[in-house]
Each structure stands twice: as structure tokens, then as C-alpha cells.
């Protein structure tokens, strides 16, 4: 018997799902995991970005792209997304090193 943490509606575990239609169910593990959204919002959200080339290509900051921003000041773009998504806070405030995470708790 398949152990399975998240069930669609219809009862079918999304590993199998995401077997079945040729999604990616790491994409949409992560979603959920990261940014708390139910399955369902996690599917539409990757159906949504799936297929796109540069999703943050047209991402600006101080009147350039976010790539070449990051490239130029030597930022890790990687990060700067992380901290944008994550804690949704600004691009200003990302590329600032604004800290956005919360202290884990001893």
C-alpha cells in the first residue's frame, strides 16, 4: 500500500497523479511545502509557470533586469528570488539583504 501525504480531491495521491499527466511532483511538492498553498492551488500555480523559459525575466530593479542586477553586484540570483518569494517582501528589499526569515526557535 502507497503511503502518500497529499490526496487530490478525488482520492488519488499526488505522486501518482503527477505520474499519470507527466507533471513534475517535486515542482509541486515544493509549492506546497514553501509557500504553504493547498494541492490544488500548487497545480495551478505549475500549470501556470510550467513551459515558460525566464519566468523572472521581466523582474526590475533600479531600471534592470533582476539577472543582470545581481550579476553586476555580484548577488547570487538564486537567493534574491528565494528571499522575494519566500517572504514576499520587495526586490529592493531582497537584493538589501533584508532579512525575511524567521529565527528557528530552541
Known amino acids: 500500500m502507497d ?5 487530490l480531491k ?5 505522486h501518482r497523479f ?5 507533471y513534475s511532483y517535486q515542482a ?3 509549492r506546497i511545502q514553501l509557500f504553504d498553498e493547498s494541492v490544488d492551488e500548487a497545480i495551478a500555480e505549475y500549470l501556470r509557470r510550467r513551459g515558460r523559459k525566464d519566468c523572472h525575466a521581466k523582474l526590475f530593479v533600479k531600471g534592470m533586469r533582476l539577472k543582470d542586477y545581481c550579476k553586476e553586484h555580484g548577488l547570487s540570483l538564486t537567493t534574491v528570488l528565494s528571499r522575494y518569494y ?3 517582501i520587495s526586490l529592493e528589499d531582497a537584493v538589501n539583504f533584508k ?7 530552541k
Open 86 to 88: 519566500r517572504c514576499r
Open 3 to 7: 503511503v502518500c501525504l497529499y490526496k
Open 99 to 105: 532579512n525575511c526569515y524567521k529565527k528557528r526557535s
Open 18 to 22: 503527477c505520474k499519470q499527466k507527466g
Open 28 to 30: 509541486i511538492h515544493t
Open 10 to 14: 478525488n482520492g488519488m495521491g499526488l
